[in-house]
């Protein structure tokens, strides 16, 4: 079963920076499209940033200008960089395909707050 885990969260200030990461066990998801997804307390889980196998990025309203998906094919990884933090971002962001196929990892948790 492929799993997935996330890394990067953490802390920071409105306006700030991170960087996610996640690492799939198997180059199975090399010929997916992949996605970052996030969940508030309270809400529903969301899409906020896909790419194609072929590194085609596409973002949510709420991300688009500030964050930045990217793939590295031959290290089984997808990346989220996300810049200009506001409180809102605040959430556990998971990544798996998109539409998702896999099992959630646990997330890595982003906290914006000053």
């Known amino acids: 079963q492929v799993q997935l885990v996330e890394s990067g969260g953490g802390l920071v200030q409105p306006g700030g920076s991170l960087r996610l990461s996640c690492a799939a066990s198997?180059?199975?998801?090399?010929?997916?499209?992949m996605g970052w997804y996030r969940q508030a307390p309270g809400k529903q889980r969301e899409l906020v940033a896909r790419i194609t196998s072929d590194g085609t990025p596409n973002y949510s309203d709420s991300a688009k200008g500030r964050f930045t998906i990217s793939r590295d094919n031959n290290k089984n990884m997808v990346y989220l960089q996300m810049n200009s933090l506001k409180p809102e971002d605040t959430a556990v962001y998971y990544c798996n395909s998109a539409p998702y196929t896999a099992a959630w990892g646990q997330g890595t948790q982003v906290t914006v707050s000053s």
């Open positions: 198997t180059n199975i998801f090399s010929i997916y499209t």
